[in-house]
Structures are given as C-alpha cells and as structure tokens.
C-alpha cells in the first residue's frame, strides 16, 4: 500500500482542513447488515456518489483511507487554482507599468502568504467534502482501508460492510517512472509541492503536460528560475500544435526555459542540488535544480483493494470498466481517475451521476455519450471538447473555422489577443464535432460549445444567439459568420444579386 503524504505545515489552516476531511477523534460507526451501496474512495466520485444515493434514500457506506475530498480539494484542482491566480496577479502587476501605464512595481513578493491565502482557502471549502456533512446527509462515513472480501463484501479495519451494489471511487496518485535515481531523490509531486512555504529559486519540472505546464508557468511568475524538460520537443502534445505554440511562447515569456527532446537516463543528488541527467542526441546534458517537480501523469490507486477476491479484472485505463461503467463484477461500478483517461474532477462528477442511475435504478446510460471538456490553466488557457484532430468521423474528414482573437474587440481591449477559436465542423455541415479556444478564460468558453455538442446544436444557432458587446464569446458568432460566407457558392452569390436587381425596380 502506498504511503500517504503528511499535511504540512501544520498551522491553523491545515488543522482545519484535517478536522474536517478526516478528524483525529473520528470514530467509524457501526455496519448496518447490508447497504443499498458502498462506495470506496471520498474524492469527487465517491462523494457524489454517496451523496445523491442517500438523497434519494439508498442506505449508504462511504470509505476514505486518507483525506475526504481528494485530489481536487487536497493537491488538485483547489490549491493549484488558488496558486496560479496568485501568481497572475503578480504577473499583472509587473506588467501594468509598460502596458497600461501602471505604477511601477519592485520586489519580489511574499511566496509565503501566497501559499497561507491557499491553505486557508482550501481549508475554507473543505467543509462540504467533510465528514460531518456526509453524516449529516445520512451517509455511513468510515476511515481506513478497504479490502474486498467477496463479491459483495469489503472489509474496512475489520469491520464487515455488506452491499448489494458498490462504486469503486479510489482515484489515483502521481506517477513515478522508474528512472535511476528519482524515487532516491524524493521529488514533489502535486501531492507535495502544495506543502513548501520558501519558494525554490531553481525549480526543475519534469514533463510537460497540463499539470507541468501550469505549475512551471505559475512558480516563474512568482520568482522561481524554472526549467520545464519534456521528451517530445513540444508542450500539451495532446493539443493541436498552434494552441500548443502559443502556450510555449508564453511560458518563455514568463521566465520558464524549456528543454524539450529531452530522454531522462538518471537522476543525481550532490552538492548542486537535484540534477536530471538527460540525453539529447548529441551527447548528455545536466540540468541542476534546487527543487524538482515530476509531473508525469497518473497510475490508479488499486493497492490494497483486492480487487480479484470481488471478480474485479484491470484494462488499459485502470479498473475495466464497460459502456454503463460496470466492472467485470456487475454488482461493482467504477468511476473517475482509477478507471478513466479522463482525469478531470468534472469528468469523475459527470460518471458518478450516471453510475447512480445504473446501479441504482436500472439505467442505461453510456460512458461514451458523456461530452466531456478539458481546461489547462495556464495564461493563456487552453481548452478543448470533442475532435480536435485526426479522425473526425466516418472518413475521417472534418472542415474547420478560426476566429484570431485578434479580430475580436474585447481581446485587442484587454491586450489578450494571442489566441483563437476554431471549430470543427462535419464536411458540408453546420454539425459541431469539436473545438478548441485558447484565450485568458477559455475554460469557461468552452462550456458554451460543450452544451451545444452535447444537444446537437448547430454552428449557426450560436451564430443566431445575441452576445454581449465587448466579449471574447463574440468569436463564436464570428466563426459562425465566417462559415456562411464560405458556404455562400458563387452560384448561390449570383442568385442572390438577381434578387435584388429586380427588387430594386420595385416600389
């Protein structure tokens, strides 16, 4: 079983946080004979899961081995979000003077409080992931860890939790490849890296990603020397490469130098500090750090589980898991990061809703119908759903439409207009089936091409829609304007010309 990060520092804040997500003088209760559902792991599936099954009446079992609330609210989406605004408000401010006549700003900042404003933010929020709050809500909250003991029985500390159906909601934790030398180097990862309280002056971030990329951006701005090494030569190779460029411009703007092309062969401790030892194709090449940051994805939380003592078989993604999210034991669902590549809190919400309704209800709902979008937050954002590139449909082809934002007014105004939106479209079609913006606030951009995705609502109907002037969404009915101009055949062009000739001779 992998150990579990301590909470550090232990100052007024985190003691909330803990008092809350797993108090010190919790007592588990006593098991009912059996539960309608247990579900295994607190993070956002587990918790969605437990709370909409006790809000429609199903005896439920909730079990935690480490903090209530998980990722998101302990080393995810909470904490990084609260730094990375920080750190834009510093960029802000040493911007203002050259580019809106702003005062000027000296100094380098308190590293220190920014990281006490996010611990005690996230000790804020912490209640509603709490253990009080689910207790209250009629769920059965127990901490320690679950191990499958049969089909339809988990073993939590002894304690015997019978189910008729269960959802495993464990979550995942930050992968360490085996490198020579890392693990004996004891990296941070997200898990860690929200604990410092003295910024590292040099920070070496291994990977590139969405995670590497936000972090890396996020400690240049507030003063860190950072490096990013990667081993493609580009960043957010999930996304399309002109989005991808830009995001690379900016981290470079920002301070952060990055190594891509880079092959990790060792890591070394000395009196230099960390050093990745990468080869380049040409030789090697030393990259010293005071602090190293390994951000290399995600592997499942499964150690402990048991899981062939239920019948429970492993996939590619995790926990196999099929188009109602059921795993190989039909009485047992699986959702979020320890059954999914999609590992967003947003998505884990999105399957633990469905999940409810099949386990529970006999639904039918399908995995694959869910349209789930994606937000990496750096400055710019970058944010995408459905195609974004190769296959689209059928053959393959898709027709797409760019808007710059350098063509939309509330960008130029806001000195944001490195950016775009584009569309991709069905060849031919006013059929949405993807698209990607980058700009400061593309994340909630998105959401707008999400609904109209997940309805079946054309390009055209977002053109029709009346927008707020000056908005970045404006681009949306730009691209929805640039499609009917192309669409607008030369013959359809002359048609329309006659027409008006002759109503011109009317009265």
């Known amino acids: 079983m992998e150990a579990q990060p301590p909470i550090v520092p232990l100052d007024e804040a ?48 909730l079990v935690e081995r480490h903090l209530m609330g998980g990722d998101c609210l302990n080393t995810g989406c909470v904490p990084s979000k609260a730094v990375l605004r920080a750190a834009r408000a510093w960029a802000g401010a040493r911007a203002a003077a050259d580019r809106f006549g702003g005062p000027p700003v000296a100094g380098e900042g308190d590293f220190g409080a920014v990281m006490a404003r996010m611990r005690g933010l996230r000790a804020d929020i912490s209640e509603v992931d709490g253990a009080e709050r689910f207790r209250s809500l009629g769920v059965d909250v127990f901490f320690g860890q679950a191990r ?134 040409g030789g090697e090449e030393r990259i010293a750090g005071d602090a190293l940051l390994v951000a290399l994805g995600r592997t499942p939380n499964v150690e402990g589980l048991d899981l062939a003592a239920a019948g429970v078989e492993m ?73 974004t590139s190769g296959r689209a449909d059928g053959d393959g082809a898709m027709e797409s439409v760019t808007v710059p934002l ?36 593309a994340g909630e951009l998105i959401s707008q091409v999400t609904q109209a995705l997940a309805t079946g609502t054309g390009l055209s109907a977002l053109g029709d829609m009346v927008y707020p002037y000056p908005t970045v969404a404006e681009a949306l009915r730009k691209a929805a304007d640039a499609r009917r101009r192309d669409k607008l055949t030369p013959r359809a062009r002359r048609m329309l010309e006659i027409f008006l000739a002759v109503t011109r001779r009317l009265p």
């Open 14 to 61: 985190n003691r909330r946080l803990v008092a809350e997500v797993h108090p010190p003088d919790w007592v588990n209760p006593e098991p009912a004979d059996r539960y309608d559902l247990v579900v295994i792991g607190a993070g956002t599936g587990g918790l969605v899961s437990a709370a909409i099954g006790a809000a429609v009446g199903a005896r439920v079992a």
């Open 315 to 387: 996939g590619p993604e995790g926990v196999a898991t099929d188009e109602r999210l059921r795993t190989t034991n039909r009485a047992i669902y699986a959702v979020g990061d320890i059954a999914s590549r999609l590992q967003f809190t947003h998505a884990a919400d999105a399957q633990a809703r469905l999940a409810i309704r099949n386990a529970l209800f006999f639904g039918r709902g399908k995995k694959s119908r869910l349209v789930i979008p994606r937000a990496t937050y750096t400055s710019p954002e970058v944010a995408a759903v459905g195609r």
């Open 406 to 441: 350098a063509d939309v007014d509330r960008a130029r105004l806001d000195g944001e207009e490195e950016g775009f939106v584009r569309v991709h479209l069905a060849p031919g079609k006013d059929r949405i089936l993807g698209a990607t913006i980058v700009a400061e606030h």
């Open 148 to 281: 499958f003991t049969s089909a339809r029985a988990v073993d939590v500390d002894g304690a015997a939790l019978r189910f008729r159906r269960a959802i495993l909601a464990a979550g995942g934790r930050p992968a360490l490849p085996p490198i020579p030398g890392l693990a004996e180097a004891e990296p941070h990862t997200s898990d860690t890296i929200f604990g410092l309280t003295e910024r590292p002056e040099r920070l070496v971030v291994l990977g590139a990603g969405p995670i590497g990329c936000e972090l890396a951006q996020a400690f240049a701005r507030l003063g860190s020397r950072v490096t990013l090494v990667n081993r493609s030569d580009r960043v957010l190779s999930k996304e399309e490469p002109e989005a991808a460029e830009i995001v690379r411009r900016a981290l470079e703007r920002d301070g952060v130098v990055f190594r891509g092309g880079r092959r990790v062969l060792r890591v070394e401790r000395g009196a230099e500090g960390t050093t990745l030892v990468c080869g380049t194709g």
